[in-house]
Structures are given as C-alpha cells and as structure tokens.
C-alpha cells in the first residue's frame, strides 16, 4: 500500500505535459518492433483507464410512456425507456472510446520515449533515417486557414473598411474641387493657402493609395505562395524551427483550426519527436534540370520537390540551405 501511494506521490509530482499532436499509427508501428513495447502500452492502459471505466458506467434510467396512437403505427403505445438507454449507452461507449484513445496515446508517446531513448540523434548530427527528440521555438503554418485569410477577394474588402482608406473616386474628387478652387480664387488674397492645402491632401491621398496598392499586391503574392502549398501539400501543417521543418498531418492534431491559429507568435518551446525523412536540397538543381531541354524522366518526380523548396525558402519557413524534414510522431509543451 505504501508503494501505491508513493507511485501517486510520484505521478502528481510528475510535470505535465500539453500533447497537441500524436501519429498512434506511427508510434504503434515503432512500439511493436519492440518485444514488449506494445503489452507495455496494454498494461499501461488498462492500469490507468478503469477510473474512465467507472465514470462511464454510471448513470440513470429514464423513462417515458407513450400511449394515445400516431398515425401510421399500428400499435400506439409503448415506452421511451429503451431507446433512451440505448442512445445513452451510445454515447457513453462514445465517449468512453474517445478518452480512452487519447489516454492510449499519451502513455504509447512516453513508453515509447523509454525504448528510443539510446537511439535519438542530436538534432545537429541527425541524417535521413534518424530518430530525433529536441525542444525549439517555433513558427506553425495551416496553410488551409492562410489561404481563406490571405483570399484577395475576401482580404480586400476588409482593407477598404479602414478609417483612412482612400478610393481612386475620393481621390478624382479632389483633384476636381483643386480645379474648381484655382479657377475661383484665382484673384483672391487666400487663395493660394487654399490650393496649397487641397495639394497637400491629394499628395496624401495618392500616398495612402499608393501603400493599399502595394500591401494588396503583398497579399495577392502571399495568396499565391500559399495557395500552392494548400494545392501541394493538401490536409497539412507545417512546424518550422531553426534547424527543422516539420511536416503534420493535420487531421492527427488535437486543436481546432482557430485554437492551431491561437499557437502563432508562441513564447513557449515544442518539443518534436519524429523521423528524419529527408534533408533540403540545396544543390543548383534548377540549373541542373529546369534550363536542360533534356529533362530525364528520373527528375520530373523531383519538380514538385524543388518548387517547394523554392517556395519553403522564400517563405521564410525553411530556414537553413539543409535543414531536415522530419515527419513527426507526437508534438507536446
């Protein structure tokens, strides 16, 4: 008994971790190249989910009769107690699953940080192939929400709702009212104040006019940019740190979309544990094969690779000339 109560001692003393992110296929996968890694996890599992067990079990019946006939049913009368239990009990197992399934892949992530532990690779030293486990400030990229954000047909619309928006009409106006106001105070002691101060406000104007015209373009190069990774890169996330860009599946996170937006410009550090797939290409391949009127069939695969290279880079994401490309199997604070 003092054992137990020391191991709760130890569990709540434990630092928690905030999982956002977990590849149970992936993590199953390595577990089971371990001989005991996956009855590790079933033990582990059935240890630590009986309190859901009991939540879930549970309950009360309730119960409704029914009587005075519905039209089209031959027997009018009845009760509701079946059906709601059997929608309860639904919904409890529903429920039930669903914790069970996140606790599943919260203790998989840990035991199987134990088994790996000697097999990680620093960062720094890692190579296609690697198993890598490292913490770093981040940058997150849903290039899904990034692309309905960066629409210029839904942007520009919000652009002109700024108070000191000027349109190419207020803009005529203007220049209009200088016209007008040459031709009557041409002979007028004020007059030139007055002209003067019309020029200052249509300089103005064509400046304010000038700057909307040159973030729209900005906007409408993002939306390209990113409109090409949301039609290259489908369902997906990117996680870029300094010497990394991480490839997530996007369905696999445990975050809405609005809460994955509520991660940018994040003080905290992530820490990754994942696979090391690959490294960048920072080779002249464009010289190499774009400018060749010979392409060879072995690099028409290796298009889509470098234009998303090019793309990875120009966007700041990927942040090395090498920088490795992981594919990740959890993501926690």
Same mark, same amino acid.
């Given at each position: 008994?003092?054992?137990? #109560?020391?191991? &709760?001692?130890?569990?709540?003393? !434990?630092? =928690?971790?905030?999982?956002?992110?977990?590849? *149970?296929?992936?993590?199953?996968?390595?577990?089971?190249?371990? &001989?005991?890694?996956?009855?590790?996890?079933?033990?582990?599992? #059935?240890?630590?989910?009986? @309190?859901?067990?009991?939540?879930?079990?549970?309950?009360?019946?309730?119960?409704?009769?029914?009587?005075?006939?519905v039209p089209g049913i031959a027997n009018g009368s009845g009760s509701a107690e079946d059906s709601h239990s059997m929608a309860d009990e639904s919904s409890t197992h529903n429920r039930h699953q669903y914790s069970e399934?996140?606790?599943?892949? /919260?203790?998989?992530?840990? @035991?199987?940080?134990?088994?790996? !532990?000697?097999?990680?690779?620093?960062?720094?030293?890692?190579?296609?192939?690697?198993?890598?486990?490292?913490?770093?400030? $981040?940058?997150?990229? &849903? $290039?899904?929400?990034?692309?309905?954000?960066? #629409?210029?047909?839904?942007? /520009?619309? %919000?652009?002109?709702?700024?108070?000191?928006?000027?349109?190419?009409?207020? =803009?005529?106006?203007?220049? !209009?009212?200088? +016209?007008?106001?040459?031709? +009557?105070?041409?002979?007028?002691? #004020?007059?030139?104040?007055?002209? /003067? /101060?019309?020029?200052?406000?249509?300089? !103005?104007?064509?400046?304010?006019? *000038?700057?909307?015209?040159?973030?729209?373009?900005? $906007?409408?190069?993002?939306?390209?940019?990113?409109?090409?990774?949301?039609?290259?890169?489908?369902?997906? %996330?990117?996680?870029?740190?300094?010497?990394?860009?991480?490839?997530?599946?996007?369905?696999?996170?445990?975050?809405?979309?609005?809460?994955?937006?509520?991660?940018?410009?994040?003080?905290?550090?992530?820490?990754?544990?994942?696979?090391?797939?690959?490294?960048?290409?920072?080779?002249?391949?464009?010289?190499?094969?774009?400018?060749?009127?010979? =392409?060879?069939? +072995?690099? @028409?695969?290796?298009?889509?690779?470098?234009?998303?290279?090019?793309? =990875?880079?120009?966007?700041?994401?990927?942040?090395?000339?090498?920088?490795?490309?992981?594919?990740?199997?959890?993501?926690? $604070?």
């Amino acid at each position: 008994m003092e054992d137990h #109560n020391l191991h &709760d001692e130890a569990e709540a003393e !434990k630092k =928690l971790r905030e999982y956002i992110y977990v590849d *149970t296929d992936l993590m199953n996968s390595l577990l089971a190249q371990f &001989d005991e890694g996956l009855s590790t996890l079933t033990t582990r599992m #059935n240890e630590k989910t009986s @309190i859901l067990t009991q939540v879930a079990t549970k309950g009360g019946r309730k119960s409704a009769k029914i009587s005075g006939g519905v039209p089209g049913i031959a027997n009018g009368s009845g009760s509701a107690e079946d059906s709601h239990s059997m929608a309860d009990e639904s919904s409890t197992h529903n429920r039930h699953q669903y914790s069970e399934n996140i606790v599943y892949g /919260d203790y998989g992530v840990e @035991i199987l940080e134990g088994y790996l !532990k000697k097999q990680f690779v620093p960062v720094e030293n890692a190579e296609p192939g690697d198993l890598v486990l490292y913490k770093d400030s $981040f940058s997150l990229y &849903d $290039f899904d929400s990034l692309e309905a954000g960066t #629409n210029p047909e839904i942007i /520009d619309p %919000v652009l002109r709702l700024s108070t000191d928006n000027v349109s190419e009409e207020k =803009l005529d106006g203007l220049k !209009k009212q200088l +016209r007008v106001l040459q031709a +009557r105070t041409r002979n007028a002691s #004020n007059a030139k104040m007055q002209i /003067d /101060d019309m020029k200052k406000k249509i300089q !103005k104007a064509e400046q304010k006019i *000038t700057e909307d015209k040159s973030s729209q373009e900005n $906007f409408r190069s993002v939306y390209a940019m990113v409109n090409f990774f949301s039609k290259s890169m489908p369902n997906s %996330v990117i996680v870029s740190t300094e010497q990394t860009v991480v490839f997530a599946q996007k369905s696999l996170f445990r975050l809405s979309p609005s809460q994955l937006q509520m991660l940018q410009k994040n003080p905290r550090t992530l820490y990754i544990m994942g696979i090391v797939e690959n490294k960048s290409d920072n080779t002249n391949w464009k010289h190499q094969t774009l400018t060749n009127s010979q =392409l060879a069939p +072995r690099d @028409i695969g290796a298009i889509a690779s470098y234009l998303s290279s090019i793309a =990875l880079t120009n966007f700041g994401i990927s942040q090395k000339e090498d920088s490795l490309r992981i594919r990740p199997i959890s993501m926690y $604070f």
